[in-house]
């Protein structure tokens, strides 16, 4: 069984670029989320995707888009970055229709704006 | 909206002792879940432990348990012998199943975290 991927590991950009982030999730799984860590916090919940539409979003504006194909894998997009979109990203897969839904994370990718 | 608190920042245990994590929660739901989740420095999350709040028996793995007080909205982890890989943070979430802007989501909100270290 694989486990949940994210590419990149690192990443560095400068204010106002665009960048995307992936993940592929792990096999059987039919939904992604999506959480940004800032240094020293708990993750915070951007949305989700379930059947490739989005099933619920966190308190994040319009900037932070995403996307999920039919192979279940998913991107998340980020728009004019900011200084404060420095984080480590984290994707999580999982399969609500398998009772209650753990979510299984990547490693992250970690994101520097310049 | 869910809040999760940790009051506990940082922690160290020696190694093969006990220690236990707090965590409160405020939320006026009734049928949700908790979670411990364990980020070592290598940084991937993993599951700890889960408890459903419809149970009143507290979840147990292994070394791990929990004191699952549902009137006071309290979750706290106990981690029994304490090994040197146990080093990580530790986070304290909560689901509430079908919450969120689209039916079926699974939202997990998730506390600040404790840094445990496991003293040799």
């Known amino acids: 069984e694989t486990g949940v991927t994210q590419s990149p590991t690192h990443l560095i950009k400068t204010r106002g670029q665009q960048v995307t982030l992936r993940c592929s999730s792990q096999?059987?799984?039919?939904?992604v989320s999506w959480y940004q860590q800032a240094l020293g916090q708990g993750p915070q919940f951007i949305f989700q995707?379930?059947?490739?539409?989005?099933?619920g979003r966190g308190n994040f504006p319009p900037r932070f888009s995403g996307l999920q194909f039919p192979n279940y894998s998913s991107e998340l997009n980020v728009n004019a970055l900011e200084l404060d979109d420095s984080a480590l990203y984290l994707c999580?897969?999982?399969?609500?229709?398998?009772?209650?839904?753990?979510?299984?994370f990547g490693p992250g990718t970690r994101l520097t704006v310049l | 909206a869910q809040t999760v608190t940790q009051s506990q920042p940082e922690m160290s245990v020696q190694e093969a002792e006990t220690v236990t994590l707090s965590c409160t929660y405020d939320?006026?739901?009734?049928?949700?879940?908790l979670f411990w989740y364990k980020q070592p420095p290598s940084r991937q999350m993993i599951l700890v432990i889960r408890?459903?709040?419809?149970?009143?028996q507290n979840a147990t793995e292994n070394r791990f348990s929990v004191n699952f007080q549902k009137a006071a909205k309290s979750f706290s982890l106990k981690i029994s012998d304490s090994q040197l890989g146990d080093t990580a943070m530790y986070f304290c979430?909560?689901?509430?199943?079908?919450?969120?802007?689209?039916?079926?989501?699974?939202?997990?909100?998730f506390g600040k975290g404790t840094k445990l270290s496991v003293i040799p």
């Open positions: 999580a897969s999982s399969s609500p229709g398998q009772g209650m839904s753990e979510q299984f």
């Open positions: 939320t006026s739901e009734n049928n949700y879940y």
């Open positions: 979430a909560f689901m509430v199943p079908g919450v969120g802007s689209g039916a079926g989501s699974y939202q997990l909100t």
């Open positions: 995707y379930y059947r490739e539409e989005e099933n």
């Open positions: 408890q459903e709040a419809y149970k009143q």
């Open positions: 096999s059987g799984h039919n939904t």
